[in-house]
């Protein structure tokens, strides 16, 4: 079985109990009665799983575990491994084992798939219009409640970059902390006195004057939202590498490569954790003798 890349493999636990969740919500008080009322406990099914429209796939860490809850003896033969373009048509992987267990868990497989497959295609999109620029497309805070982590890996299986995964992890000082915290100087001298030496300090800023402002408190990267590209280029010349300038607002796939070409180093995108459609894939079965 191909193995997909270090980096786009999540927890076994992490995994399991989000498929655990899917399943238990799934299956409710009385398990699956369709599937009870009609196959015998002892039939065997192989089935194929394809990609009914061409994309980048992601998610068969979960779609694995899904049947294996259910079936711990499952073959699963992975074709495409996370990561991977497909074309239209294309087989991603097989699976054969008890037919009723393959059937119980078919949704939530490929629920898993077909969501974080489609992340990872829109992520690929964004990141084929800036080829040839400095700039890295990454993701944002805005992901489903309970699945930020599979999105995130969505995003990197598609080639974007991840921005903080929450609220820990790094300082994002925004709009609505510097009116509470009284301007731009008082945000920043807190910030730096609680950070220890390995949290990075980011401040949102919306204007060049802003930007002046925050700049003397070394910050370690700045949020340029919603500026045009020639603010961009502007700020960019001004913050001259002295920190990390991520773009936000306004990026579409229309816009995102004269944003590009503006010189920033980052562009997060909150579609692509947010409205990225699904990648339309299907389980087809094989009864088996």
Not at 238 to 251: C, D, F, I, P, W
Request: charged share 20%; hydrophobic share 50%; net charge negative.
């Amino acid at each position: 079985m191909s193995e997909p890349t270090p980096e786009l493999r999540l927890s076994d636990a992490l995994v399991a109990k989000a498929v655990a969740d899917a399943l238990a919500e799934d299956l409710g008080l009385a398990g699956d009665i369709t599937t009870t009322a009609t196959v015998p406990a002892d039939t065997r099914a192989s089935a194929s799983l394809g990609a009914r429209k061409a994309g980048v796939v992601a998610g068969l860490q979960l779609f694995e575990a899904a049947f294996r809850a259910l079936d711990p003896d499952v073959a699963i033969d992975i074709a495409v491994p996370d990561g991977s373009p497909v074309t239209a048509g294309a087989q991603i992987a097989h699976v054969r084992g008890n037919a009723r267990a393959l059937l119980t868990a078919e949704r939530v497989a490929l629920n898993f798939v077909g969501h974080m497959s489609g992340i990872a295609t829109l992520t690929h999109a964004f990141v084929d219009k800036v080829t040839g620029t400095r700039a890295h497309i990454i993701d944002t805070r805005k992901t489903t409640p309970g699945l930020r982590a599979f999105e995130k890996l969505a995003v990197r299986a598609g080639g974007g970059t991840n921005h903080r995964f929450g609220l820990f992890d790094a300082i994002l000082i925004k709009d609505n902390h510097i009116v509470a915290a009284g301007g731009i100087g008082p945000a920043m001298q807190r910030a730096r006195a609680l950070a220890g030496h390995m949290v990075k300090i980011e401040i949102e800023v919306t204007t060049l004057a802003e930007l002046d402002e925050a700049m003397p408190f070394a910050p370690d990267a700045v949020l340029l939202d919603n500026m045009d590209t020639a603010t961009l280029t502007a700020a960019v010349e001004k913050v001259a590498q002295r920190a990390l300038t991520e773009a936000s607002g306004g990026v579409n796939l229309d816009t995102v490569r004269a944003i590009a070409e503006t010189g920033v180093d980052l562009i997060s995108v909150g579609a692509l954790t947010h409205s990225a459609p699904t990648l339309d894939v299907g389980l087809d079965f094989e009864p088996l003798a």
